[in-house]
C-alpha cells in the first residue's frame, strides 16, 4: 500500500532546509516577495460638494476633509489625480430638501455643477457619483416615503431620474447606494434609454446597515430623521444575502460591484470575489476613517502605518478598487 502522503513533496521543506525568516531579511527581498500591494491607481477619492463658488466648509467628523463648492471641487479632483488617484465620487450636500427629492435630478444640483467643473478641469478623471435620495428627502431616508415606509418602486422612478441627470452632466460611472431592490435594472434601462449606454454602474451591491456612517451623515446632513435603514440596508450578520443581491445586480447590469462597509467586512469581500467576476470594490467608510483619525491624534497608533495596513487588508480580501478617504494624503506616501 503506496503511502500516498509519504510520497507527495512536501508543501514546504522542514526547518532547517526551510528559513521562512530569510525573505524578510531585507526591505527589498520583502518588497520584491510582498503579495498584495497598494497603487494609487486603486483608490477612489469621495468630495462632498455644495452649490456656490469659493465654498469650503471643512468637516470635524471627517478631518482634512470639507465639503467644496463645484470649483474647488474640481481643484482638489485635479490634485487628486496629480498623484496617481484616478476617480472621485461625488456625494450631493444640500439644504433644498422635499418629500419627492426634486434635489436628486436637478440640472443645477451641486453634483451635475461639479461634475461639468471637474471634467472641465481635468478630463480624464473618472467622476462618479453617488445615486441615493438621503440628501435630498426631507425625511433623510434613501427613498420615497409612502404612509411612513420606504416605499421600493416609487423610489426607483426617481433614483433612475437622478442618474440619468448625473449622466447627463458628464458623469463616467454612477454608483446606486440607495440599496432599493431593482435599482440596477432601473438606472441601466433609464440611461441606456437616454443614450447613456456608455455610463457604467458601480452598485453598491453589498452595503450593511452599519454603525460606521455616523461621520458621513453629519458630513451630508442624511441622517434619516427616524428608524433606521435596516429596512434596505442588509443585515451585518449575513454573507449569503450578501452574494444573492450581487448576483441580482449583476444580472440587472452592473458594471462593478462593491462591499460597504470594508474593514468590519473583509469576510464579504472574500466571498464575494471567490463568486463572480466584475471588477470589486471596496468603501472604506467614514466611520473608519474617523476611528483610525482619533486614535492617531490620541497618540495610540500611527496614523500612515495603520491606515496602510487597513487599505492592503481590503485590497488582500480581493477588492480591486477602494473608496477611501486617505486617497490623497496616501498617495505620496506610496
Ligand atoms: O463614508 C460613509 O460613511 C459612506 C456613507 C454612505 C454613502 N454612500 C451612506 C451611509 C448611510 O447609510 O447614511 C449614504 C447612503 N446613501
Not at 471641487?73 to 498623484?83: C, I, P, S, T
Not at 426634486?102 to 444640483?109: K, L, R, T, V
Not at 470594508?262 to 467614514?286: G, H, M, Q, T
Request: aromatic share 6%.
Amino acid at each position: 500500500m503506496i503511502d500516498r502522503a509519504a510520497a507527495a513533496p512536501p508543501a514546504v521543506a522542514p526547518f532547517p532546509q526551510a528559513r521562512p525568516r530569510r525573505l524578510r531579511a531585507s526591505a527589498t527581498l520583502r518588497r520584491m516577495v510582498r503579495e498584495t500591494r497598494l497603487t494609487p491607481d486603486r483608490f477612489v477619492l469621495p468630495l462632498f460638494v455644495v452649490e456656490g463658488a469659493g465654498v469650503t466648509q471643512p468637516l470635524d467628523s471627517l478631518p482634512g476633509h470639507a465639503r467644496l463648492s463645484a470649483d474647488l471641487a474640481a481643484q482638489a479632483a485635479r490634485q487628486a489625480y496629480a498623484v496617481g488617484v484616478p476617480a472621485v465620487l461625488l456625494f450631493g450636500v444640500t439644504d433644498r430638501k422635499d418629500e419627492s427629492a426634486s434635489g436628486a435630478h436637478d440640472p443645477g444640483g451641486a453634483v451635475q455643477t461639479a461634475i461639468a467643473a471637474i471634467k472641465d478641469a481635468e478630463p480624464d478623471v473618472v467622476v462618479v457619483t453617488d445615486v441615493c435620495l438621503c440628501a435630498y428627502t426631507d425625511h433623510g431616508h434613501c427613498g420615497i416615503l409612502v404612509d411612513g415606509e420606504v416605499a421600493n418602486d416609487v423610489s426607483l422612478e426617481v433614483i433612475a431620474r437622478a442618474a440619468v441627470s448625473h449622466a447627463d452632466a458628464g458623469a463616467d460611472v454612477v454608483a446606486p447606494s440607495d440599496m432599493m431592490d431593482g435599482r440596477v435594472g432601473a438606472i441601466r434601462s433609464a440611461l441606456d434609454a437616454e443614450g447613456h449606454e456608455g455610463v457604467s454602474i458601480m452598485s453598491y451591491a453589498a452595503k450593511y446597515a452599519s454603525a460606521f456612517y455616523s461621520p458621513f451623515r453629519d458630513a451630508a446632513g442624511s441622517a434619516p430623521a427616524f428608524g433606521d435603514r435596516r429596512g434596505y440596508q442588509l443585515d451585518p450578520g449575513n454573507v449569503r444575502e450578501a452574494l444573492r443581491e450581487c448576483a441580482l445586480d449583476v444580472g440587472e447590469g452592473a458594471d462593478v460591484l462593491m462591499v460597504k462597509p470594508a474593514l468590519p467586512y473583509l469576510d464579504v469581500i472574500r466571498a464575494v470575489r471567490e463568486r463572480f467576476e466584475l471588477p470589486l470594490a471596496a468603501y472604506s467608510v467614514s466611520g473608519e476613517y474617523a476611528m483610525l483619525k482619533a486614535a492617531a491624534a490620541a497618540g495610540d497608533v500611527d496614523e500612515r502605518a495603520a491606515a496602510l495596513e487597513s487599505l492592503t487588508a481590503i485590497r488582500r480580501a480581493g477588492a480591486d478598487i477602494v473608496v477611501t478617504y486617505w486617497a490623497k494624503e496616501l498617495a505620496p506616501w506610496l
